[in-house]
């Protein structure tokens, strides 16, 4: 089985990036996490162009959302909610409407943050996005705040409530899908 990982961040040090490196240490026997990193390359959505040829960058995203079991995806905050790129690469996955590779996809939503609410809001928010698209978003948000307090030199998460929490949605992720 194997989860697809999704930062939405596209700093290369991001700690939304380190988080997914942290649920590799939390994975379920017989889970996989590959991650998925080509959110800077997927242009604007527009409904105009939607009908002609596919961009490559949206058709390796849909390519990848498609082979995956399932998915993970560690939002960040920005202003209050998801970040610009991460929305629209979900609005390419959702499409054709009702058909896109989201539909039906299971979906667990992490995130952190340097704030104490560990991008809390961003999380709802996607959660909305993703349940809109037609995916079957799961579990509870786990939800890193300090973030660059929260993780060791290997990635792993410090505080063993985060680490059980990752934990149980990686294993509910796991779970709910049918292989």
């Known amino acids: 089985m194997e989860i697809l990982g999704i930062a939405g961040s596209l700093r290369g040090q991001s700690v939304n990036r380190r988080l997914l490196a942290a649920a590799r240490h939390e994975l379920p026997d017989g889970v996989r996490l590959a991650l998925w990193d080509g959110l800077a390359s ?3 959505f527009d409904e ?3 009908d002609g040829p596919v961009p490559a960058a949206v058709a390796a995203l849909r390519e990848a959302v498609a082979s995956a079991t399932a998915l993970l995806i560690a939002t960040p ?9 991460l929305k629209n690469a979900l609005d390419w996955a959702s499409r054709p409407h009702g058909a896109g590779v989201l539909t039906g996809k299971p979906v667990a939503v992490v995130g952190a943050s340097p704030s104490p609410h560990g991008a809390a809001s961003a999380q709802r928010d996607l959660r909305r996005v993703l349940a809109a698209a037609g995916a079957s978003v799961l579990g509870v948000p786990v939800a890193v705040g300090h973030a660059f307090r929260q993780f060791d030199e290997h990635d792993r998460l410090l505080d063993h409530g985060l680490r059980a929490a990752l934990a149980g949605s990686l294993a509910e992720l796991a779970g709910r899908v049918v292989v």
């Not at 905050?77 to 790129?85: A, K, L, T």
């Open 48 to 50: 105009d162009t939607e």
């Open 42 to 44: 997927v242009p604007p």
């Open 77 to 85: 905050e920005y202003n209050g909610s998801v970040p610009g790129q």
